[in-house]
């Protein structure tokens, strides 16, 4: 049997958030973890309605839910699929898991709240969610350009070639012949796009930094933006899957600064500086709050960029104001680097 100090000692201790409040709503007590979740002294806290830790657009339907909660009280465990959101003490709201447990002291009843932050479980979840969209749509995509391109070009051959084998004019055969071949042409060129647009060749042909350079030259023809680079040698710190996560990060800044930021003017760097391989991309787009956006999730881009760079070790930044564009930098630490290439 524990003694009251030894339970004690286990509720200071506890890796979750632990509050006690009354059946008036009011806490009574907490643990030290609650502290470090929400900001607050315990002074600031003891006393004060619970409500204060929940933002303002749910405090009145908190009230009501702790009512009910309290005519019929019963365990809640966590994870029972309920979406709850709490307030800091500067204002800023996180996702929480929030188990309930009835009890009763000296005839007064209690609830005993032990409070979670999932946070990192939510944007991991954000994350895999939004990269099975991902998938999907790029499955549709290939699948509309292979039915829409590819598909129609062969049907075209094959016909061309039925029409072929009944002519018999040598000279109409011959001219149909070279128009058949530049078909076929064409259409291995269009498989060869949407291969390339899966994995790059020249990565694994002539290393990452060609690669950049052809997927730039690409980006310039196909959008008409003004495109700038400083790209020094990297391909020989990196290991294959590093190259493969910096190439789809810079791509993917890329991609946004065509697509969304209504730039004239791109310019990739790619430097090695005291065994830190850094790539940036820089824009004169309209820009965008990221504080706001790195509160939001940041949409499958941002945190596609993020989780691809943590893979390997690194880290993403990403610095925008609106109307004064945006800059997007990788980093791979020397000791990344290194530990990849032993």
Known sequence: MLSADEYRAVFEASPDGIMVVDDEGIVRDLNPHVEALFGYAREELVG??????????????HREHRR?????????????????????????????????????????????????????????????????????????????ELHDDTAQRLATLMLRVRLLALESDPARRHLALEELREQILEAAEGVKRIARGLRPPELEEVGLISAFHAHLRNLRESTG????????????????????????????????????????????????????????VEDDGRGFRAERAAEQGGGLGLVGMQERAIMIGGRVTVDSTPGEGTRVRVELPSSAVEARNV
């Open 68 to 144: 009910r909660y309290l005519r019929n009280p019963h365990a809640r465990p966590m994870g029972v699929g309920l979406e709850l959101t709490a307030r800091r003490r500067d204002g800023s709201e996180f996702p929480v898991e929030i188990s309930l447990s009835p009890w009763t002291s000296e005839g007064e009843q209690r609830v005993i709240c032990s409070i979670r932050d999932i946070t990192d479980r939510k944007r991991l979840q954000d994350f895999s969610e939004g990269a099975l969209r991902s998938v999907e749509e790029e499955r549709q995509r290939i699948a509309r």
């Open 48 to 61: 004060e309605p619970v409500e204060m830790l929940v933002p303002d657009a749910f405090r009145a339907a």
């Open 225 to 280: 933006l003004e495109v700038e680079a400083r790209l020094d040698a990297v391909d020989h710190l990196l290991s294959d899957e590093a190259k493969l996560a910096l190439y789809r990060i810079v791509q993917e800044s890329l991609s946004n600064a065509a697509r969304h930021s209504g730039a004239a003017r791109v310019r990739l760097t790619v430097r090695v500086e005291d065994s830190i391989v850094s790539a940036e």
